[in-house]
């Protein structure tokens, strides 16, 4: 039996690791719902994003930091998406996010999996920007493209042959659409 998803749920159907950040805020073109609300929530994220050695103190410090670089990433995302100009406060917010190091890739007990060793939230933080960054600057960056459901405003790269891709997820913002429309003519 499939679960319901809610919107608690985080959303990592994202290809890009730097668009699964600002997937934290969700419906921005409606009523934004904010997933990270409390320093407990950006801890599990950081789990669920597969960081599950992640085991540091987190604080409302941490959580402000990382909305500051979230909504940096989606702004500067818009713009690629939009082929506007980046702001410089945002570009400065992830350039400056970029200069801690990284964490540091282990393989797990399995041989088969990577775990994440961060000495700091900072330094995942500056993965994600990195990601930004090597998007921003590498062929991928002409397929970024917003969500055409206006209450979502997800960011996504469209990797599909075609170039046609609408959604940031089908089994989402795709299947929602298509209720829509089908509601709508109905009622006409």
Not at 25 to 32: A, V
Not at 104 to 126: C, N, Y
Not at 154 to 175: H, P
């Amino acid at each position: 039996m499939q679960t319901r998803r809610t919107k608690k749920n985080f959303r990592f159907h994202v290809t890009r690791l730097c668009f699964t950040l600002p997937a934290t805020l969700g419906d921005r073109g409606k009523t934004p719902y904010e997933r990270l609300k409390e320093p407990k929530d950006l801890a599990r994220w950081l789990t669920e994003l597969g960081l599950s050695d992640f085991s540091l103190e987190l604080s409302k410090d941490d959580l402000v930091m990382t909305k500051r670089v979230r909504e940096a990433i989606q702004r500067a995302g818009e713009a690629l998406a939009s082929g506007h100009p980046f702001d410089r406060k945002d570009l400065d917010e992830i350039n400056a996010a970029t200069m801690v190091p990284p964490p540091i890739p282990q393989l797990a007990i399995d041989g088969r999996r990577v775990i994440w060793k961060a000495t700091e939230l900072r330094s995942v933080l500056s993965m994600i920007s990195r990601d930004f960054v090597d998007l921003a600057t590498g062929p991928l960056s002409a397929h970024v493209k917003m969500c055409a459901n206006p209450a979502c405003r997800g960011i996504f790269v469209d990797e599909s042959r075609a170039q046609n891709r609408r959604w940031c997820s089908m089994q989402t913002c795709g299947n929602q659409m298509k209720k829509t429309r089908i509601r709508e003519r109905l009622e006409t």
